[in-house]
């Protein structure tokens, strides 16, 4: 790797192991205070060392601005730029970039980011309200604008966060909210059971209900990740649907593999027996169906497939779980609550905290206890009761 600058304040221009030219410029630290580089892939040093220039004095302009005369619009534009971290999900960007547009633009783009107040932002989340939005909502769009605020105090361009001191969003009294109850134990196996032995969902939903994957890494699976033999699989990449704009003007929906979430959603995970034999059933489906769809097979090495070999659309599994759910006479329940029956399952007969918190790919045991908590509580009054039998 040859470095063609090396100053650390106007950036450096080097040549990485695929022989593609890269200017990669500090931009200061993230609003969570890590720090931030951005890059800029080019096929020669001399438009390397163009975008490099251009880079600088992108950052440059911003930091150099009066604090005074900085809209809201332009901390935005700048966050959207050079506050996000590179390895971020081009479908949460979209989705950072859907609430500025839809939720938070009208009311604050031309305003100078000075003199946005607290009051400010109670009075715009009032009117969110207003509309209808539903809690969720209301508290992403709050998230955006706050990223935005943390990110130009993190860089000083502005003095303070007046989203950091508004009021925070509740959900209203009586609200209905997605989030559903988890299944219990007879009520997950009920499940399964509806789901058949001769289905490919009985493998998609035992590795919901048993080990907690989210639906795009249960869909994004390969065979490669997959060891039978040790009972052990590594959750590397999750399948997601994509909004695209074709050329002639429509929109459409294409399918997508990604890395999860975080780094933490990286992670191996043991099988039991029973979902093993699932895993293995699954297998010989699949391998009826290559010879079946003969020279149509599309040999993607994935796990779970439509019957050519392609991936699965996320959206219609889904419907093909509600379905099953309403053949076992359970209550109708989302997908993602699937995990948290994983989850509740775990906590309920007994596991640590921490072991379910590391097989969720968590960033942290705090995330793990917010979410499932209350599902701890009976393990604490378990110990309680184990101590005052010791005395």
Same mark, same amino acid.
């Given at each position: 790797?040859?470095?063609?600058?090396?100053?650390?304040?106007?950036?450096?221009?080097?040549?990485?192991?695929?022989?593609?030219?890269?200017?990669?410029?500090?931009?200061?630290?993230?609003?969570?205070?890590?720090?931030?580089?951005?890059?800029?892939?080019?096929?020669?040093?001399?438009?390397?060392?163009?975008?490099?220039?251009?880079?600088?004095?992108?950052?440059?302009?911003?930091?150099?601005?009066?604090?005074?005369?900085?809209?809201?619009?332009?901390?935005?534009?700048?966050?959207?730029?050079?506050?996000?971290?590179?390895?971020?999900?081009?479908?949460?960007?979209?989705?950072?970039?859907?609430?500025?547009?839809?939720?938070?633009?009208?009311?604050?783009?031309?305003?100078?980011?000075?003199?946005?107040?607290?009051?400010?932002?109670?009075?715009?989340? $009032? &009117?969110?309200?207003?509309?209808? =939005?539903?809690?969720?909502?209301?508290?992403? +769009?709050? *998230?955006?604008?706050? %990223?935005?605020?943390?990110?130009?105090?993190?860089?000083?361009?502005?003095?303070?966060?007046?989203?950091?001191?508004?009021?925070?969003?509740?959900?209203?009294?009586?609200?209905?909210?997605?989030?559903?109850?988890?299944?219990?134990?007879?009520?997950?196996?009920?499940?399964?059971?509806?789901?058949?032995?001769?289905?490919?969902?009985?493998?998609?939903?035992?590795?919901?209900?048993?080990?907690?994957?989210?639906?795009?890494?249960?869909?994004?699976?390969?065979?490669?990740?997959?060891?039978?033999?040790?009972?052990?699989?590594?959750?590397?990449?999750?399948?997601?649907?994509?909004?695209?704009?074709?050329?002639?003007?429509?929109?459409?929906?294409?399918?997508?593999?990604?890395?999860?979430?975080?780094?933490?959603?990286?992670?191996?995970?043991?099988? $039991? &027996?029973?979902?093993?034999?699932? =895993?293995?059933?699954?297998?010989?489906?699949? +391998?009826? *169906?290559?010879?079946? %769809?003969?020279?149509?097979?599309?040999?993607?090495?994935?796990?779970?497939?439509?019957?050519?070999?392609?991936?699965?659309?996320?959206?219609?599994?889904?419907?093909?779980?509600?379905?099953?759910?309403?053949?076992?006479?359970?209550?109708?329940?989302?997908?993602?609550?699937?995990?948290?029956?994983?989850?509740?399952?775990?906590?309920?007969?007994?596991?640590?905290?921490?072991?379910?918190?590391?097989?969720?790919?968590?960033?942290?045991?705090?995330?793990?206890?917010?979410?499932?908590?209350?599902?701890?509580?009976?393990?604490?009054?378990?110990?309680?009761?184990?101590?005052?039998?010791?005395?």
């Amino acid at each position: 790797m040859s470095a063609a600058t090396t100053s650390k304040a106007n950036g450096t221009v080097f040549k990485d192991g695929r022989g593609k030219w890269i200017a990669a410029v500090d931009m200061g630290t993230t609003a969570e205070g890590k720090r931030n580089r951005k890059r800029r892939v080019c096929r020669t040093e001399r438009e390397a060392k163009t975008a490099l220039r251009q880079l600088c004095a992108d950052r440059d302009s911003m930091k150099l601005r009066d604090k005074q005369s900085l809209t809201v619009g332009e901390l935005a534009a700048s966050w959207l730029e050079f506050g996000l971290k590179d390895t971020i999900r081009e479908s949460t960007k979209q989705s950072y970039q859907y609430h500025w547009r839809s939720h938070i633009e009208a009311t604050f783009a031309e305003k100078l980011a000075s003199e946005v107040s607290p009051q400010d932002v109670n009075q715009w989340v $009032s &009117g969110l309200r207003q509309r209808n =939005l539903s809690t969720s909502t209301v508290k992403a +769009a709050r *998230q955006v604008l706050g %990223a935005v605020f943390r990110f130009a105090l993190a860089e000083g361009m502005v003095v303070s966060n007046p989203v950091a001191r508004s009021r925070t969003v509740g959900r209203r009294e009586g609200e209905i909210t997605q989030v559903k109850e988890p299944y219990t134990l007879p009520e997950a196996r009920k499940l399964i059971a509806a789901a058949g032995r001769d289905s490919y969902l009985e493998s998609v939903l035992l590795l919901a209900v048993h080990l907690g994957l989210r639906r795009g890494e249960a869909l994004g699976l390969r065979w490669s990740s997959i060891d039978l033999d040790s009972g052990s699989l590594r959750v590397e990449v999750s399948l997601a649907e994509k909004r695209v704009q074709r050329t002639n003007g429509t929109s459409g929906v294409s399918l997508q593999l990604s890395s999860p979430k975080t780094e933490s959603s990286l992670r191996r995970l043991q099988l $039991s &027996g029973f979902v093993v034999d699932a =895993l293995r059933r699954q297998k010989h489906r699949q +391998a009826i *169906q290559r010879i079946e %769809a003969g020279q149509h097979w599309d040999d993607s090495g994935l796990v779970f497939t439509n019957e050519y070999g392609g991936p699965l659309y996320p959206s219609t599994v889904g419907k093909q779980v509600k379905r099953v759910e309403r053949m076992a006479g359970l209550r109708e329940i989302r997908f993602h609550d699937l995990r948290h029956t994983a989850a509740r399952i775990m906590l309920e007969q007994g596991a640590r905290v921490e072991h379910v918190s590391k097989a969720f790919g968590h960033s942290s045991i705090a995330v793990t206890m917010d979410v499932y908590g209350k599902y701890a509580t009976s393990l604490a009054d378990g110990a309680t009761s184990a101590l005052s039998a010791a005395w």
